[in-house]
């Protein structure tokens, strides 16, 4: 008897072991960093990418546009006015939508682009902060953190002719992060709004890199496992997860990864603080990963 208890024990510690903690790609609760340290630094420039290495950040955020000339650039929004000065060094540039100026950034070349101050509006002390490349972030980051682009907006540069998948695995295959595994210090991972772009970079582009689908409204169990068809883990707002946390266990018995955006300082709710936010999504409600504003602050054991 005392025989088939120790086994059973066995057993089950043996289970609970091969069962993961979190789900693939990540091998850990993972603090990514949103824009890089944006909370403390000029989001999406070199100052950000680096004090988020610096706040022990497990990946890195560059969100992805394109160049008149076709380079990948590190940047949020399609223009180029919230976060650079680009009003005052090419005031006579402006395209006008909807009755205001704006200064899109498929209208600007890469020579013009870094001619722009992309960190003075966040501070003083960041004058002179460039709107990086990719290829910039890159070289920034490998060999200290992961790596998770957004192709953000493909569609605006589709109708331009220019193809953000294209861009996206060519820049990886020259760097030779294309496939999972190639740099164990540097795991690459691609993120999306748009199911076409991350259908593109499966099928027109043989991508092999994980992908994930962010929305922000709640999905059933059976939508989820339609986007199983081209994203490995999805990403839902916290509103979405905290709203419904039974989203996350729909996602994991389909095998998906849950990453949750965006936990930020001034923005927690009911928590209070950001690191107590983090804290309730990845220990109570089990989500595997989390962008953050602020990764100095991500729950660690």
């Known amino acids: 008897m005392r025989h088939a208890a120790v086994l059973l024990l066995l ?9 993961p ?52 650039v590190c940047l949020h929004d399609t223009t180029l006015e919230r976060t650079t000065n680009v009003e005052e060094v090419f005031p006579d540039r402006a395209t006008e939508r909807n009755g205001k100026k704006t200064w899109p950034v498929a209208e600007f070349t890469l020579a013009e682009i870094q001619k722009l101050d992309a960190g003075v509006w966040k501070g003083k002390q960041f004058a002179g902060q460039k709107v990086p490349t990719f290829q910039q972030m890159i070289d920034a980051v490998r060999g200290k953190a992961g790596i998770i682009p957004e192709t953000k907006s493909p569609e605006v540069y589709g109708k331009l002719g ?11 295959k020259a760097n030779k992060l294309d496939t999972p595994g190639a740099d164990p210090k540097t795991p690459v991972v691609i993120q999306s709004f748009s199911a ?106």
């Open 162 to 172: 220019l193809n953000m998948e294209k861009a996206v695995a060519e820049i990886l």
């Open 21 to 72: 903690a979190v789900f693939a790609p990540y091998t850990k609760p993972t603090n990514i960093a949103h824009r890089g340290a944006s909370g403390d630094a000029p989001e999406h420039t070199l100052a950000a990418y680096e004090l988020a290495l610096k706040y022990g950040a497990d990946f890195v955020e560059p969100d992805l546009q394109l160049t008149k000339d076709g380079v990948l």
């Open 196 to 301: 076409a772009s991350l259908k593109a970079l499966r099928t027109d582009h043989g991508c092999k890199l994980p992908l994930v689908f962010l929305f922000t409204a709640d999905q059933s169990a059976d939508q989820l496992k339609a986007m199983k068809e081209y994203a490995d883990g999805i990403a839902p707002s916290k509103a979405v997860v905290l709203a419904r946390p039974g989203i996350v266990a729909d996602a994991h018995e389909l095998g998906m990864s849950v990453t949750v955006w965006t936990c930020r300082r001034g923005s927690t709710g009911k928590f209070t603080d950001v690191k107590a936010e983090m804290t309730h999504l990845v220990k109570e409600l089990k989500v595997d990963a989390v962008f953050t504003d602020n990764p100095d602050q991500f729950p660690r054991e």
């Open 11 to 19: 057993t089950v510690a043996a289970t609970a072991a091969e069962k």
